[in-house]
């Protein structure tokens, strides 16, 4: 009987210690992919990438520039966080993304990040820093002091798209864009739908940018033939779809330049209900280091 007790005992150890290495290395929920993206930019202020659990072949870029982790200019010249911060979380993929808003010498940047968690460590970190008007050609940080109610707003069960489908939705328009006009590919935007870029509203209700801007599907856009995107995460719980695309030829005011903007889609009840994004100027054909997942 105490053989059996003793045994029994043993089993019981063993589950447990099962059960811990399960928690500590199980999948990344949204509030522990949250944790990541915390841990990373508290980490970035204090220049410390040490503080962070990283995989042993963790690969960082920063505008496209692979290097070593902390050796970036904004890993040595960040100062601190502003309260702007939106993260889209894909739980499926491991994928914490999170647009934000951090200083260097009391001077706003706008910091897109992408970190991929793998094992409950920081496989792959993607940054894009724009300091600047000149780097983004908009640059309005005044107008993003916390992030917007319509990004936040957790959709209910019944407008909810599927993981697929919002995708699809999303993807309509860099199709638009491709070929010049929303309407000719039927991009479904709400009735209120609005565009931020870089802090600056550039169509919807209030727009007052172009007479036309107003309406987001209707207003005159360019045609990008170039334009390629990639899908870089999906948080299907507040339905966002983040995608990074590269503009391509005509898309920017810099001669030679393409404009590469991560773009944050709310997506639900089949329509697109608004559009922000965070976008820089990189030279034209400048590959993202990450391009495997990108489609023409």
């Given at each position: 009987?105490?053989?059996?007790?003793?045994?029994?005992?043993?089993l019981?150890?063993?589950?447990?210690?099962?059960?811990?290495?399960?928690?500590?290395?199980?999948?990344?929920d949204?509030?522990?992919?949250?944790?990541?993206?915390t841990?990373?930019?508290?980490?970035?202020?204090?220049?410390?990438?040490?503080?962070?659990?990283?995989a042993?072949?963790?690969?960082?870029?920063?505008?496209?520039?692979e290097?070593?982790?902390?050796?970036?200019?904004?890993?040595k010249?960040?100062?601190?966080?502003?309260?702007?911060?939106?993260?889209?979380?894909?739980?499926?993929?491991?994928?914490?993304?999170?647009?934000?808003?951090?200083?260097e010498?009391?001077?706003?940047?706008?910091?897109?990040?992408?970190l991929?968690?793998?094992?409950?460590?920081i496989?792959?970190?993607?940054?894009?820093?724009?300091?600047?008007?000149?780097?983004?050609?908009?640059?309005?940080?005044?107008a993003l002091?916390?992030?917007?109610?319509?990004?936040?707003?957790?959709?209910?069960?019944?407008?909810?798209?599927?993981?697929?489908?919002?995708t699809?939705?999303?993807?309509?328009?860099?199709?638009?864009?491709?070929?010049?006009?929303?309407?000719?590919?039927?991009?479904?935007?709400?009735?209120?739908?609005?565009?931020?870029?870089?802090?600056?509203?550039m169509?919807?209700?209030?727009c007052?940018?172009?007479?036309?801007?107003?309406?987001?599907?209707?207003?005159?856009?360019?045609?990008?033939?170039?334009?390629?995107?990639?899908?870089?995460?999906?948080?299907?719980?507040?339905?966002?779809?983040?995608?990074?695309?590269?503009?391509?030829?005509?898309?920017?005011?810099?001669?030679?330049?393409?404009?590469?903007?991560w773009?944050?889609?709310?997506?639900?009840?089949?329509?697109i209900?608004a559009?922000?994004?965070?976008?820089?100027?990189?030279?034209?054909?400048?590959?993202?280091?990450?391009?495997?997942?990108?489609?023409?």
């Amino acid at each position: 009987m105490r053989l059996q007790i003793h045994f029994c005992a043993i089993l019981l150890g063993c589950a447990a210690l099962a059960g811990a290495d399960d928690l500590k290395s199980g999948p990344c929920d949204r509030e522990c992919l949250r944790g990541f993206t915390t841990q990373y930019l508290t980490a970035l202020i204090a220049h410390q990438p040490s503080d962070l659990p990283l995989a042993d072949r963790v690969r960082f870029t920063e505008d496209t520039v692979e290097m070593r982790l902390g050796d970036s200019p904004l890993w040595k010249n960040v100062s601190r966080l502003r309260p702007y911060r939106l993260d889209i979380l894909d739980v499926q993929q491991g994928v914490a993304a999170s647009q934000s808003i951090v200083e260097e010498a009391g001077m706003p940047v706008m910091l897109m990040l992408r970190l991929k968690i793998t094992g409950r460590k920081i496989a792959e970190v993607e940054a894009q820093v724009t300091r600047n008007k000149a780097e983004g050609s908009l640059f309005n940080t005044e107008a993003l002091k916390g992030a917007s109610g319509a990004m936040l707003v957790k959709p209910d069960e019944g407008q909810r798209n599927s993981r697929e489908e919002a995708t699809r939705i999303a993807e309509l328009y860099p199709a638009g864009l491709k070929a010049g006009s929303f309407v000719t590919v039927d991009t479904p935007f709400a009735a209120k739908a609005y565009r931020f870029e870089n802090g600056q509203l550039m169509a919807g209700p209030g727009c007052t940018f172009r007479p036309d801007c107003v309406d987001i599907k209707a207003q005159k856009i360019p045609t990008l033939s170039g334009i390629t995107q990639r899908v870089a995460a999906v948080d299907e719980d507040l339905g966002i779809v983040l995608l990074r695309m590269d503009f391509g030829p005509g898309s920017s005011r810099v001669a030679g330049d393409s404009l590469i903007v991560w773009e944050a889609f709310k997506v639900y009840g089949g329509q697109i209900q608004a559009v922000e994004a965070f976008m820089k100027n990189m030279p034209l054909g400048t590959p993202s280091g990450w391009d495997s997942g990108s489609s023409k």
